[in-house]
Every structure is written in C-alpha cells, then in structure tokens.
C-alpha cells in the first residue's frame, strides 16, 4: 500500500464525514430525506469527478487547466 493512498483516504474522510454530520444535526423531523440526499449526491460526485477530470486533463484543455476547472 502506497502513502499517498493513506493520505487520499484520510483527506477524502476529512472531508466528506463533516459534511454528513452537519446535515444530520440540522434537520430534525426530515432526517432520513435529507441524509439519503447527502449521500446520493457523495455517491454520484465520486462517480463523476474523476471521469471529468480525465476528459479535461486527456482532452484540450491539458493539465494546468484541467485542474483549474
């Protein structure tokens, strides 16, 4: 296992478990709606994003913009 694998790991739980806590102590009475929004929309953007980035950084755009947008 590589360190950067550890670190991407790490960084992506930091990131994504405040977002779900937040929601979950903001709404009272439609929590399970909302929860199931929330981790649809983490579900569908880790599906998405590294398909777009490929596209951007293989495409056109190159590696510097690639990254930028």
């Known amino acids: 296992m590589d360190i950067s694998s550890i670190g991407s790991g790490i960084a992506i739980g930091l990131t994504n478990i405040p977002s779900i806590a937040v929601v ?3 709404f009272e009475r439609r929590r399970a709606f909302a929860m199931g929004l929330v981790v649809a929309g983490v579900s569908m953007g880790s599906i998405l994003h ?4 490929n596209n951007l950084i293989n495409g056109r755009l190159g ?3 690639g990254v930028r947008v």
């Not at 590294?50 to 980035?53: A, D, H, K, Q």
Request: avoid cysteine; aromatic fraction near 10%; hydrophobic fraction near 60%.
């Open 63 to 65: 590696f510097a913009n």
């Open 24 to 26: 979950a102590h903001h």
């Open 50 to 53: 590294p398909i777009m980035l």
